[in-house]
C-alpha cells in the first residue's frame, strides 16, 4: 500500500492537485491511522473518490468501475475464493469463460495481479475501484448461511445499546434462548438497530424470502440492503423483536403495533414497530424516531425567505388554525414540532394530542390517542379543551368530527396546529369544504396553509456540474429573469459516501396565507384554479418553484425536483 501511495501521490502531484510536502503529511497520517490513502485523501478535500478513480485509471491505462451500482453475481464469487479476495482486496465482477473481471484498487500491483491468476487458473481483467468501495461490497457479497451471523457478530460490542422498559404486561413465557443478552439473536437485533442508527436511517426492513431474510435500512428517503441474514434466523429475530416491543409473540396470522425504546450511548431512541404477516413470515419494519435528529430550530429548516416569513407571522398569531399537507414522510410533523418549539414559553399551555407520540419534549403536555380505550383524537380534543390550552397541536384531522373541533377551538382563542393529506395549500381548502365544513368557518378559522415536501440533497463530494440549453430550462419551469442570473446545476453522481448521489434531504413548503381576497373567494366558493391564481398573485412559491430554486442554488437536481413536485 505504501508503494502505491507514493504512485498515487506522483500522480496527484503531476495534475497540480498536491505538493510534496502536503502529499508525505498526508501519507504518514494514512499509515498510522492504517486507512486507506485514496480515504485520507477523500477525507480531506484533495480529491473526490470519483476523480481519484478517474486518475488512477488514466494512469494505468485501465477502465473505471462504480462499484455502488453493481448488482452483486453470487456465481462469480464462487469463482475467488472468499479469503483471497478479503488478502487481496479486489472484488470479482463477470466472469466469461475462462476471463474474470475483478475490481482492483492497486492496479499497479503487478505481482498481486500475478498471484491471483494462479490462485484461480483464470486470466484476469482489472477495472479500477477505490479500497473503501471493495471492502464495503466484499462485506456484503461473502455472507453465506453457514457464516454469516458470526461475522456480522465479530467484533460487534453491543455495551452502549440497552433496552429500556417502557411499561407494560411481561411475556409469561420462558424465552430466554432470546432474551439472554450474550444469545447471538439479541445481539446480532443489537447490531441491526445499532447499525441503523449510526447510519442515520430512518426505517429498519427485514423481509423474509423463500431462502433468505434481507435487512433494508431507509436512508434519505431511498431504501438500500443493509445486509443478508439466514433463513434459519427469521422466527427468532422476528420474537426477539416483539418482545422488546410487547407484543403476543405466539399470534403469527395477524398484523400487530408496538413500540420500544433503547438507550444508545447518551441518548433514548424510541421506535415504533410493526409486525406484518407475509408469504414467507413476518414482515418487521422499525420507525426510528430520535429526537436528537429534530431540528427544533425553526429557522434552521431551510425554507424559502417568503415560506419562513409566512409560516412565522401564522406562529405569532394569538388563534387560529395553521395547517400542514402532505403525504406520509413529507416532514409535516418536524414541521410542526419545531413550530411548538418556537411557540412555547413558560406562559403558554400548549398540548399535543398523537397518535403516536413521536417525540417526547420538555415542558409539553403530549396525549397519546388510544382509539381501544375510547380516546379518538376528538375525545381527546374535546377533554384538552376544558384544560385551559393556549395553543393544541393535533397530529392529524382524519374525520369531520375532528374538524369541527379543531375549526371551533381556533374561532374561540385557540392557536391549532394539524395535519392534513392533500396534494397542495389551495386543494386543502376544497378537501375541508368536501369534509362537511361550511366555507365561511373554513375562511374565518384558517390562517395558514403549508404543502410540504422532502426532496434529497445532492452529495457534495460527487455532484456534477450541469449546461443546460436555454430552451430545457424554460420547459423545466425557469423563467427568463431565472435564466438571465447565475445558476449552479448539478446532477447526482454517486459515492461511497453518498445513496446514489444524495446525502441528507431538506424541506420544500408552499405556505398560503389566507389573506382576505382569498377569505372572500373561498366564502364565495370560487373555483379552485381562480384561489390559486390569486395566492400567487399575492406571491405564493409553489412547491415546484421553491424546488427549482433549491436546484439553481445547486442543493438538488432537477430530476428529483420533479420527482417530488407537481409542474405548474
Given at each position: 500500500?505504501?508503494q502505491?501511495?507514493?504512485?498515487?501521490?506522483?500522480?496527484?502531484?503531476k495534475v497540480?492537485?498536491?505538493?510534496?510536502?502536503?502529499?508525505?503529511?498526508?501519507l504518514?497520517?494514512?499509515?498510522?491511522?492504517?486507512r486507506?490513502?485514496?480515504?485520507?485523501?477523500?477525507?480531506?478535500?484533495?480529491?473526490?473518490?470519483?476523480?481519484?478513480?478517474a486518475?488512477?485509471?488514466?494512469?494505468?491505462n485501465?477502465p473505471?468501475i462504480?462499484?455502488g451500482?453493481?448488482?452483486?453475481?453470487?456465481e462469480v464469487?464462487e469463482a475467488?475464493?472468499?479469503?483471497?479476495a478479503k488478502?487481496?482486496?479486489i472484488?470479482?465482477?463477470?466472469?466469461?469463460?475462462?476471463?474474470?473481471?475483478?475490481?482492483?484498487a492497486n492496479?499497479?500491483?503487478i505481482?498481486?495481479?500475478?498471484?491471483?491468476?494462479?490462485?484461480?487458473?483464470c486470466?484476469l481483467r482489472p477495472?479500477?475501484?477505490?479500497a473503501?468501495?471493495?471492502?464495503r461490497?466484499l462485506g456484503r457479497?461473502?455472507q453465506?448461511d453457514?457464516?454469516?451471523v458470526?461475522d456480522?457478530l465479530?467484533?460487534?460490542?453491543?455495551?452502549?445499546?440497552?433496552?429500556?422498559?417502557t411499561?407494560?404486561?411481561?411475556?409469561?413465557?420462558d424465552?430466554s434462548?432470546?432474551?439472554?443478552?450474550?444469545?447471538?439473536?439479541?445481539?446480532?437485533v443489537n447490531?441491526i438497530?445499532?447499525?441503523?442508527c449510526n447510519a442515520?436511517?430512518?426505517d429498519i426492513?427485514?423481509?423474509?424470502?423463500?431462502?433468505?431474510?434481507?435487512?433494508?435500512?431507509?436512508?434519505?428517503?431511498?431504501?438500500s440492503e443493509a445486509?443478508?441474514?439466514p433463513?434459519r434466523?427469521?422466527?427468532?429475530?422476528?420474537?426477539?423483536i416483539?418482545?422488546m416491543a410487547?407484543?403476543d409473540?405466539a399470534?403469527?396470522?395477524?398484523?400487530?403495533?408496538?413500540?420500544c425504546?433503547m438507550?444508545?450511548?447518551?441518548?433514548?431512541i424510541d421506535?415504533?414497530?410493526s409486525v406484518l404477516?407475509?408469504v414467507w413470515g413476518?414482515?418487521?419494519?422499525?420507525r426510528?424516531?430520535?429526537?436528537?435528529?429534530?431540528?427544533l430550530?425553526?429557522?434552521?429548516?431551510?425554507?424559502e425567505?417568503?415560506?419562513m416569513?409566512?409560516y412565522?407571522?401564522?406562529?405569532a398569531q394569538p388563534?387560529?388554525?395553521?395547517l400542514?399537507t402532505g403525504?406520509?414522510?413529507?416532514?409535516k410533523?418536524?414541521?410542526l414540532?419545531?413550530?411548538?418549539?418556537?411557540?412555547?414559553?413558560?406562559?403558554?399551555n400548549?398540548?399535543t394530542?398523537?397518535?403516536p407520540?413521536?417525540?417526547?419534549?420538555?415542558?409539553i403536555n403530549?396525549?397519546?390517542?388510544?382509539?381501544?380505550?375510547?380516546?379518538?383524537?376528538?375525545a381527546a380534543?374535546?377533554s384538552i379543551?376544558?384544560?385551559?390550552?393556549?395553543v393544541?397541536?393535533l397530529?392529524?384531522i382524519?374525520?369531520?368530527?375532528?374538524l369541527?373541533?379543531?375549526?371551533?377551538?381556533?374561532?374561540t382563542?385557540?392557536?391549532?396546529?394539524?395535519?392534513?393529506?392533500?396534494?397542495?395549500?389551495?386543494?386543502t381548502i376544497?378537501?375541508?369544504?368536501?369534509m362537511g365544513?361550511?366555507?365561511?368557518?373554513?375562511?374565518?378559522?384558517?390562517?395558514?396553509i403549508a404543502?410540504?415536501?422532502?426532496g434529497?440533497?445532492?452529495?457534495?463530494h460527487c455532484k456534477?456540474?450541469l449546461?443546460?440549453p436555454?430552451?430545457?430550462?424554460?420547459?423545466?419551469?425557469?423563467?427568463?429573469?431565472d435564466?438571465?442570473q447565475?445558476m449552479?446545476l448539478?446532477?447526482?453522481?454517486?459515492?461511497?459516501?453518498?445513496?446514489g448521489?444524495?446525502?441528507g434531504?431538506?424541506?420544500?413548503?408552499e405556505t398560503?396565507r389566507?389573506?382576505?381576497?382569498?377569505r372572500?373567494?373561498?366564502?364565495?366558493?370560487?373555483?379552485?384554479?381562480d384561489?390559486?391564481k390569486?395566492?400567487l398573485?399575492?406571491?405564493?412559491?409553489?412547491?415546484r418553484?421553491?424546488g427549482?430554486?433549491?436546484?439553481?442554488r445547486g442543493?438538488t437536481?432537477?430530476e428529483?425536483?420533479?420527482?417530488?413536485t407537481?409542474?405548474?
Amino acid at each position: 500500500m505504501n508503494q502505491f501511495g507514493k504512485k498515487l501521490r506522483g500522480i496527484l502531484e503531476k495534475v497540480g492537485k498536491l505538493d510534496a510536502a502536503t502529499g508525505e503529511a498526508l501519507l504518514a497520517e494514512a499509515a498510522s491511522q492504517r486507512r486507506p490513502f485514496t480515504e485520507i485523501l477523500v477525507k480531506k478535500g484533495v480529491a473526490t473518490e470519483q476523480e481519484l478513480i478517474a486518475l488512477i485509471s488514466k494512469a494505468a491505462n485501465i477502465p473505471p468501475i462504480d462499484l455502488g451500482k453493481l448488482t452483486v453475481n453470487k456465481e462469480v464469487i464462487e469463482a475467488v475464493p472468499r479469503d483471497v479476495a478479503k488478502d487481496y482486496g479486489i472484488f470479482p465482477i463477470d466472469r466469461i469463460g475462462n476471463i474474470i473481471t475483478v475490481a482492483i484498487a492497486n492496479p499497479f500491483d503487478i505481482l498481486k495481479l500475478d498471484d491471483i491468476r494462479i490462485i484461480t487458473g483464470c486470466q484476469l481483467r482489472p477495472v479500477v475501484s477505490t479500497a473503501e468501495e471493495i471492502e464495503r461490497i466484499l462485506g456484503r457479497a461473502y455472507q453465506t448461511d453457514k457464516d454469516s451471523v458470526g461475522d456480522i457478530l465479530q467484533s460487534f460490542d453491543d455495551g452502549d445499546l440497552e433496552l429500556k422498559d417502557t411499561g407494560g404486561d411481561e411475556e409469561s413465557t420462558d424465552m430466554s434462548a432470546i432474551n439472554d443478552e450474550e444469545s447471538p439473536v439479541v445481539k446480532l437485533v443489537n447490531k441491526i438497530i445499532l447499525d441503523a442508527c449510526n447510519a442515520g436511517a430512518s426505517d429498519i426492513h427485514i423481509e423474509p424470502f423463500e431462502k433468505r431474510v434481507i435487512v433494508r435500512y431507509r436512508k434519505d428517503g431511498a431504501l438500500s440492503e443493509a445486509m443478508e441474514l439466514p433463513k434459519r434466523m427469521q422466527n427468532n429475530i422476528t420474537s426477539r423483536i416483539k418482545i422488546m416491543a410487547k407484543m403476543d409473540i405466539a399470534e403469527k396470522r395477524k398484523p400487530q403495533d408496538g413500540k420500544c425504546q433503547m438507550r444508545i450511548g447518551n441518548k433514548a431512541i424510541d421506535f415504533r414497530i410493526s409486525v406484518l404477516p407475509v408469504v414467507w413470515g413476518e414482515k418487521t419494519v422499525m420507525r426510528i424516531l430520535d429526537s436528537s435528529n429534530l431540528a427544533l430550530d425553526i429557522k434552521s429548516l431551510g425554507f424559502e425567505e417568503r415560506s419562513m416569513e409566512d409560516y412565522l407571522w401564522a406562529c405569532a398569531q394569538p388563534y387560529g388554525m395553521i395547517l400542514v399537507t402532505g403525504p406520509t414522510g413529507s416532514g409535516k410533523s418536524t414541521t410542526l414540532y419545531s413550530a411548538v418549539r418556537h411557540i412555547a414559553s413558560p406562559d403558554i399551555n400548549l398540548v399535543t394530542v398523537e397518535d403516536p407520540v413521536e417525540y417526547t419534549i420538555e415542558g409539553i403536555n403530549q396525549v397519546p390517542v388510544n382509539p381501544k380505550g375510547g380516546l379518538t383524537f376528538a375525545a381527546a380534543l374535546r377533554s384538552i379543551l376544558r384544560q385551559d390550552p393556549d395553543v393544541v397541536l393535533l397530529g392529524e384531522i382524519r374525520d369531520q368530527e375532528t374538524l369541527e373541533i379543531a375549526v371551533k377551538a381556533a374561532l374561540t382563542g385557540h392557536l391549532v396546529l394539524s395535519t392534513l393529506h392533500t396534494n397542495d395549500a389551495p386543494s386543502t381548502i376544497t378537501r375541508m369544504v368536501d369534509m362537511g365544513m361550511d366555507p365561511f368557518m373554513v375562511a374565518s378559522s384558517t390562517l395558514l396553509i403549508a404543502a410540504q415536501r422532502l426532496g434529497r440533497k445532492l452529495c457534495p463530494h460527487c455532484k456534477k456540474k450541469l449546461d443546460l440549453p436555454k430552451d430545457v430550462l424554460v420547459r423545466l419551469g425557469y423563467t427568463e429573469k431565472d435564466i438571465s442570473q447565475p445558476m449552479e446545476l448539478y446532477g447526482p453522481v454517486g459515492c461511497s459516501r453518498c445513496t446514489g448521489g444524495y446525502k441528507g434531504r431538506f424541506a420544500i413548503l408552499e405556505t398560503m396565507r389566507m389573506t382576505e381576497p382569498i377569505r372572500r373567494m373561498v366564502v364565495e366558493r370560487a373555483h379552485l384554479a381562480d384561489i390559486k391564481k390569486q395566492a400567487l398573485s399575492e406571491g405564493m412559491l409553489t412547491l415546484r418553484r421553491c424546488g427549482l430554486l433549491n436546484a439553481g442554488r445547486g442543493r438538488t437536481s432537477l430530476e428529483e425536483v420533479e420527482s417530488v413536485t407537481m409542474a405548474d
